[in-house]
């Protein structure tokens, strides 16, 4: 995360801290966090790990964020503040909806990790992770995307936005989450879904189907 700055200097176990170095090592579990999330799934990341990812003792976890799960749903958290602050001038762009893809092909990008929480988590649908994330960003992107979708298209009825904002989600977010499937079957590469023509690819495919108002 660009917000979450790791300090080059080792901070002693132990008790909690002063304010700042609290505040230090919170941000060095949360990014211990985000770094297991690319080697492994959520489930079966480990307390040690966390804590040794972090270089704190494992006690901290529970002292900050009560849990594993309330550390995730932190990371949650800081992930989503960053994601929907970079969103704000996406109206003012030339061509919003473009723009809209762009900055969540890099989102996923950048974090591959959020790509397979996602995919993991809203499988156990009654978790608190999983409802930390349907509200932290589908419901977040349900408040902006039919709406941005109904400025920029052909489309008017609110439903057929819905319909039409919960598609160009899928097809944004599939080739990250079944991402296996993406580069053995279809040898697509990281590097293609990364580039400009990809995202070309699914802006026309969306602006397609929203041509003439017919989902």
Not at 96 to 124: C, H, M, Q, T, W
Request: with cysteine.
């Amino acid at each position: 995360l660009n917000r979450i700055i790791i300090m080059v200097e080792s901070i002693p176990r132990g008790r909690p801290l002063v304010h700042a170095n609290q505040e230090q090592q919170k941000a060095k579990l949360l990014f211990a966090a985000q770094e297991l999330l690319v080697e492994k799934s959520y489930r079966s990341i480990t307390i040690r790990e966390l804590a040794e990812g972090a270089n704190v003792n494992s006690a901290m976890i529970r002292y900050y964020f009560g849990n594993k799960e309330g550390l995730f749903v932190a990371l949650l958290d800081e992930m989503s503040e960053q994601f929907f602050t970079s969103l704000g001038q996406i109206h003012n762009t030339k061509n919003p909806l473009r723009s809209i893809i762009e900055v969540l092909i890099k989102r996923f990008s950048v974090n591959k990790g959020f790509a397979r929480l996602v995919y993991d988590e809203l499988k156990a649908s009654e978790s608190q992770l999983s409802q930390a994330f349907i509200e932290r960003f589908p419901k977040r992107m349900a408040t902006i995307l039919p709406q941005l979708i109904m400025d920029n298209t052909a489309i008017r009825d609110k439903k057929r936005a819905n319909y039409a904002a919960f598609s160009l989600m899928m097809l944004i977010i599939t080739p990250f989450t079944a991402e296996p499937v993406r580069k053995i079957a279809w040898g697509i590469s990281d590097d293609e879904i990364q580039s400009p023509v990809w995202a070309d690819h699914i802006y026309s495919l969306f602006m397609l189907g929203c041509d003439k108002d017919k989902i």
